[in-house]
């Protein structure tokens, strides 16, 4: 199943909007499926997305030459 482009806020409405569907149980089982299923594509590609923010965040992140890897502060709300 191809997953349109989506913006990671946009992907994480429609993952919200899934769950709450399959969470209610009010949907047949060929319909069911298919939202899993585009909720698995879904979390794949917003996975993809995550990891590149997260190479350009420590890219962006240097000490002098070398590059330095630092963690959010907790409490950021990131």
């Given at each position: 199943?191809?997953?349109?482009?989506?913006?990671?806020?946009?992907?994480?409405?429609?993952?919200?909007?899934?769950?709450?569907?399959?969470?209610?149980?009010?949907?047949?089982?060929?319909?069911?499926?298919?939202?899993?299923?585009?909720?698995?594509?879904?979390?794949?590609?917003?996975?993809?997305?995550?990891e590149t923010a997260e190479k350009k965040v420590k890219l962006l992140v240097k000490d002098g030459d070398a590059i330095e890897e630092t963690d959010f502060p907790?409490?950021?709300?990131?």
């Amino acid at each position: 199943m191809s997953v349109k482009k989506v913006t990671f806020e946009e992907g994480m409405e429609e993952l919200e909007s899934i769950v709450a569907k399959l969470e209610r149980g009010e949907a047949a089982l060929d319909e069911s499926i298919t939202l899993f299923e585009r909720g698995v594509a879904l979390t794949k590609e917003m996975q993809k997305m995550l990891e590149t923010a997260e190479k350009k965040v420590k890219l962006l992140v240097k000490d002098g030459d070398a590059i330095e890897e630092t963690d959010f502060p907790e409490g950021s709300g990131v």
